[in-house]
């Protein structure tokens, strides 16, 4: 008997073409090219995960550290109100070592000018610059550790040095940009010395030159010792040689092109001077030789320092002792320890020798992250897991001890040209007259700390923006008094920390200044922080 199809021959005819809709492409029928990348697809789910989760606990620390109350932030007066000073001087058509002093490359005045054209000139936007660099400085901190440790340790390992490093030192300065840009180039070149990622990593140092004018060719320097290195493992003398030149020819070019509109409307004599000569001679020469102060430091601060600066000079050197011990530098592992340890090592000797704990601070990222890796590497295995959650738990406490500290001081809010702010106690006096005495846009000349000018919208027709004895040359005392005596400035408010430095008077060029200023001025205000108003007669 004739056994019919169990379907009919239409039905079969299209079945391939129901089977080419259903199916699910798999492993085994993809090219291995796209095999590849659907893994690497894959692979980056969960770190972007941990990513996310990492800048969700730096944006809440950073937020609560920074604001006052939602959308009121605090104002911080530390280093980086200079950078907003150039940047706003900049957005009025001045040009950096031109029109006003600089003795830094003028990449952080590009990124607060871009952030006040983006936004508002307001003082919530420098705290908006404050968290963005958090986060950048922790997902730098997360690559590189990723490296050497499992993702769970190495998100620690970022939490643990933004609430202790950067949370310790809070200021949007130029280190710290220098350094995220100078570590990329070091993490670009981990996995290989191919010719895209060397030319790459001379950008990145060209980069990190543009915001510090030594971090870029320090690191640059290790980089090349780092390859003298390979070429006695296993890498040919072409090899070395093509991966010196290539880095060299890289950071040179994007250098040139970094710094083409200031060397056209500076030149490079003002810009040799400025970025070389002056801070030579200027900048911090009779201090933080080797150690910085620790005068009047105690506490859980002091405690932060000590740890930090120990790891600084003692971490490397391990490393360089146990790459040779276990010989490892032709391993991946042995290279990439070693071109961490030579970066970071590179980035602390350019500061060294003039060192304070800003400096310090902000090149002690791969310390943290190499301790770390010799924290957990030489834990017990039954105690790592409690070791590494005991290290969260300190994080996160350390965290809300500095959040407590901030919230228990005496802040005033103030509704001011740059918005509604938290200002310090001792300071709110000194605002209220001015405000009340000044108009946005007038000329005025704060001789100490160029903190007033956001917040009050007022201008500086001064080429410098602060009178330091060590740090006036005899020219610039004396354009400072034509300036000022050209723009017939109704007001300067003087500081105490302007008078005779005995320690070094030889050092000492403001004399000339407070001689003018009190023959052409006459004080009128003394302020509860003891800065002084000086009227014009």
């Known amino acids: 008997m004739h056994k019919p199809d169990s379907m009919p021959r239409s039905s079969q005819q299209l079945m391939p073409l129901f089977t080419l809709v259903d199916s699910k492409p798999t492993s085994e029928n993809l090219p291995p090219t796209e095999v590849k990348q659907s893994q690497y697809v894959k692979s980056l789910i ?35 109100t200079f950078f907003w000073q150039y940047a706003l001087r900049m957005s009025n058509g001045e040009h950096v070592y031109r029109d006003f002093f600089q003795f830094t490359p003028p990449g952080l005045d590009l990124y607060f000018l871009a952030l006040f054209r983006l936004f508002d000139k307001k003082i919530w936007v420098t705290s908006l610059a404050a968290i963005l660099l958090g986060v950048a400085l922790s997902v730098i901190c997360f690559t590189l550790a990723s490296k050497f440790m499992r993702r769970s340790e190495a998100l620690l390992t970022a939490m643990f040095f933004i609430v202790l490093v950067y949370g310790g030192r809070l200021d949007v300065t130029h280190h710290w940009f220098s350094l995220i840009a100078a570590l990329g180039a070091t993490r670009l070149v981990m996995e290989s010395r191919s010719v895209p990622r060397l030319v790459g990593a001379g950008i990145l140092l060209a980069v990190a030159s543009s915001f510090t004018q030594t971090a870029g060719v320090a690191v640059g320097v290790g980089m090349l010792l780092v390859s003298a290195w390979e070429h006695n ?7 070395t040689f093509r991966n010196q030149s290539l880095l060299l020819v890289s950071f040179c070019t994007a250098w040139l092109v970094l710094n083409a509109y200031f ?6 004599k003002a810009l040799w001077y400025f970025q070389v000569i002056y801070p030579w001679h200027y900048i911090d020469h009779t201090r933080g030789f080797l150690i910085p102060s620790l005068r009047g430091i105690g506490g859980l601060v002091l405690i932060q320092r000590l740890f930090i600066y120990i790891l ?18 032709g391993s991946r592992e042995g290279i990439q320890s070693l071109l961490l340890a030579t970066a970071g090592l590179f980035l602390l000797l350019s500061v060294i020798t003039r060192s304070n704990w800003t400096r310090l601070y902000a090149v002690s990222m791969p310390a943290i992250i190499l301790w770390m890796r010799f924290l957990l590497k030489l834990t017990p295995h039954k105690l790592r897991r409690w070791t590494i959650l005991s290290l969260y738990g300190a994080t996160v406490c350390l965290a809300a001890l500095q959040v407590r500290s901030v919230r228990r001081q005496q802040y005033t809010m103030l509704k001011l040209h740059g918005g509604t702010m938290a200002i310090a106690h001792t300071d709110v006096e000194e605002f209220q007259w001015l405000e009340a005495h000044t108009k946005p846009g007038e000329d005025f000349f704060q001789a100490t700390w160029p903190s007033m000018y956001l917040p009050l919208g007022l201008r500086s027709p001064v080429f410098v923006e602060t009178l330091l004895p060590e740090r006036t040359s005899p020219e610039f005392a004396a354009l400072t008094i034509q300036q000022i005596e050209q723009s017939q400035l109704p007001y300067i408010l003087w500081s105490p920390w302007l008078q005779p430095d005995s320690k070094h008077p030889e050092a000492d060029n403001l004399q000339r200044v407070r001689d003018y200023i009190k023959n052409h001025y006459v004080r009128i205000q003394v302020f509860a922080n003891r800065d002084e108003m000086w009227q014009l007669k």
């Open 233 to 239: 493992c296993e890498k040919s003398c072409h090899t």
């Open 312 to 329: 600084l000079v003692s971490v490397y050197p391990l490393v360089f002792w146990g790459c040779w011990r276990n010989q490892q530098r």
């Open 46 to 80: 969960p770190i972007l995960k941990d990513a996310c989760l990492l800048a969700l606990f730096v944006c809440a620390y950073l937020y609560s550290r920074l604001f006052y109350s939602p959308g009121v932030p605090y104002l911080v007066t530390a280093d980086q």
């Open 263 to 268: 060397l056209a409307t500076a030149g490079f």
